[in-house]
């Protein structure tokens, strides 16, 4: 198929169609509307339903509910909206439902404003409900890979009955790139636990997050701990650019590895040699990625549209062989390449 | 080659469809484009603005900041606002219709196009930013003509078909205005 021109948040709607959704319940909130309306007008020409529910909290238990019937339902919303699903993303996980959720995150805390951030990076991975629980986390950097993410989001959903997100934040939603959609045959996952009607020949099926008995909510958590290992050692995607002879190792994810990408293009002009590591999944963070780092790297440095989140995981990755620095900008100011090249010349001393 | 063009003006004056048209142009050249809009609580009349890349290497970062290597502006504060994210050597595009400034640097070069002038002219004021575009395209020539006149019969289509003519011919009468020594 030929290049199209999209803008982000019709892009993610248009590729969550092409991998079978047929469900949407959302509330509007900016800068992600462009995909509750794309929705509006494309799912019904598939004969599927777009519903604007009375408030995130009842898109969410409305997905909630449609994921139990089986079939591929998605919502969508930024900041302050996904803190407002939290509940419902966590009954979810416990029930063990598959679902795509999209942050087309923007500024906080609170209203906070409506452009680009990346401070929702402990409400996304750390989950923000309550309980025991963890979902895989996909940050697209551009329109495409945002695409090709939410085609995937979908099948791991099901593959796991996990719900997914993917993290957007107001730039790759506003943003206009050329986008390709592949045809790919959506995964075929059987889900004999669907409340789906037993036409007299099952028992029923029950969907449920409450364990009154200790043991057996126990069970259960060791039981969904062993989902969480197993994404772990499945589903972990990165992307890793000149780490051969870089003595500052980026750690940037989104767009903001864009802007790194840029920094690392001004360094190398200047004789600086410097790398990326790029998660595409914040979780399960992509922690062997820190061993291809070469012994040249005397720091890492977690640049983030937030006043430092994913610096605690990138800790944790380097389990402190080397020192992590940290360069950020909030509120929804985007930061520089500049002022990325600026901090790793004051890391390296060569102001 | 990478362009880095900041079109900006007041809501209505199509800045947002210049940007889209040059991006589409160059994806139709298989060149890689971003098309980056502001966006934000702004007034009716307020300002308008888009970041738009045409470039022969894969697109870091889609945010221009003081690397652009054009501004087109459509009226004053776009001009104020703008002007400084110029790299030295670039080149700004004057909307001269509405804008009695002259650019205040001289390290950048200036074209002034009348183009709501020309655009009256033409008999419809709405395609002043085809002027616009059509001076830009003379001067920069990021993308083929070819390529912008193709864009616009994806674009309009059905009803929007008859507006192509005139479209054209605002494109052919800004490119007029850019003498090249």
Sequence with gaps: MAKVLMKGNEAIGAAAIKAGCKYFFGYPITPQNEIPEYMSRELPKVGGVFLQAESEVAAINMVYGAAGCGVRVMTSSSSPGIALKQEGISYIAGAELPCVIVNISRGGPGLGSIQPAQSDYYQSTRGGGNGDYFHPVYAPASIQESVDLMQEAFDVADRYRTPVMVLGDGMIGQMMEPVEFFEREAEKTEKPWATNGTKGKRKPNIINSLFIDPQALEDHNHRLEEKFELMKKNEVRVETFNLEDAEVVCVAYGTTARIVKNAIEICKNEGIQVGLIRPITLWPFPEAAFEEVSDKTKAYLSVEMSMGQMIDDVKIAVAGERPVEFYGRSGGMIPTPEGVVGKIKSILGRE | ?181
Excluded at chain 2, 17 to 29: D, V
Excluded at chain 2, 78 to 93: Q, R
Excluded at chain 2, 148 to 154: P, R
Excluded at chain 2, 167 to 178: M, P, Q, S, T, V
Aim: hydrophobic residues 45%; aromatic residues 6%; proline residues 4%.
């Design chain 2, 1 to 181: 080659m990478q362009e880095r063009a900041i079109f900006a003006g007041f809501g209505g004056q199509g800045v947002m469809s210049m940007g889209k048209l040059l991006t589409y142009a160059g994806m139709i050249e298989g060149k890689e484009v971003s098309w980056l809009p502001s966006y934000g609580p702004e007034m009716r009349g307020g300002t308008a603005n888009c970041h738009v890349t045409v470039s022969d290497a894969p697109i870091g970062s889609p945010i221009i900041t003081n690397d652009a290597t054009c501004l087109i502006a459509m009226n004053l504060p776009s001009l104020l606002k703008f002007e400084s994210d110029v790299v030295a050597g670039g080149i700004i595009f004057v909307n001269s219709s509405l804008i009695d400034n002259k650019v205040s640097r001289d390290d950048v070069h200036a074209y002034y196009v009348p183009a709501n002038e020309i655009a009256n002219e033409l008999g419809n004021l709405k395609v002043a930013n085809m002027v616009m575009l059509g001076a830009y395209l003379k001067a920069m020539h990021p993308v083929k003509e070819g390529s912008v006149i193709e864009t616009f019969h994806k674009l309009f289509t059905g009803a929007k078909e008859k507006l192509i003519p005139m479209n054209e011919e605002a494109l052919k009468r800004g490119a007029d205005c850019i003498v090249i020594a």
